[in-house]
């Protein structure tokens, strides 16, 4: 019905307070001001994944394969983007993602495109192997250096006077998030990736004007 994970449990332990979905959408910084309207005339705040076929593509004794052609849009306009993704569960428990995209001629340009993936509260403890100690960009990483850190969902957090995209560490080869009792996940890619992990969700941060006005969604 959905095209994704409802819920993925090891040992009783649950990783997903929720669908694990594609996403555009970050909090703008300063620098976006001028983009920003057109971003969100496109509705690029609020778009949502739409699944058009979902279909189990293989399944054997030590795996199953699902398919799923899917879309991000609004209301009224086209969808911004489609494709498709396989997700692939093998019987150690690793999961298998690849997806392509093709975004729609003559929209603005993308503020970002990834998976977003919510855990339930406790999963606190973060390690990485990228740029750190703290955020790095493509166009902003010149203080910092490529090694493994460890730290926490807070700690990643960067308070700025206005509430805006922050904390993702550019050029990362693996992440992991945890709880107390070592339980977590770990994500690597064919090459590297940005990542952050927070408490505060993307239109919370769009949507303050200082950093009081922000609540933790406790995930």
């Not at 594609?22 to 969100?40: E, G, K, L, Y």
């Not at 279909?55 to 899917?70: F, H, K, M, S």
């Not at 922050?166 to 977590?184: F, K, P, Y």
Request: charged letters at 20%; proline letters at 6%; a negative charge.
């Amino acid at each position: 019905i959905y095209g994704a994970f409802t819920d993925i449990e090891v040992n009783g332990t649950s990783l997903a307070a929720g669908m694990p979905v594609f996403s555009v959408w970050r909090a703008p910084t300063d620098n976006d001001r001028n983009i920003r309207n057109a971003w969100q005339e496109e509705g690029y705040d609020r778009l949502s994944m739409r699944p058009y076929k979902v279909e189990v593509a293989a399944c054997g004794p030590d795996r199953v394969t699902l398919q799923v052609a899917w879309s991000l849009g609004g209301y009224i306009r086209k969808p911004v983007l489609r494709g498709n993704v396989s997700w692939t569960v093998f019987g150690n428990g690793e999961i298998l993602m690849e997806t392509d995209a093709v975004v729609r001629e003559g929209v603005p340009f993308l503020p970002r495109f990834g998976l977003r993936w919510t855990l339930p509260e406790g999963f606190e403890q973060v390690s990485f192997f990228g740029y750190g100690p703290h955020e790095s960009y493509q166009d902003k990483k010149q203080s910092t250096w490529m090694s493994r850190f460890d730290t926490t969902v807070g700690a990643m957090h960067e308070p700025y006077l206005k509430p805006q995209e922050n904390g993702s560490h550019v050029g990362t080869e693996w992440a992991c998030v945890r709880n107390e009792l070592g339980e977590g996940l770990k994500f690597t890619a064919d090459g590297s990736f940005s990542f952050q992990a927070a408490h505060y969700p993307p239109e919370q941060l769009s949507a303050a004007m200082h950093p009081h006005e922000l609540e933790t969604i406790g995930e």
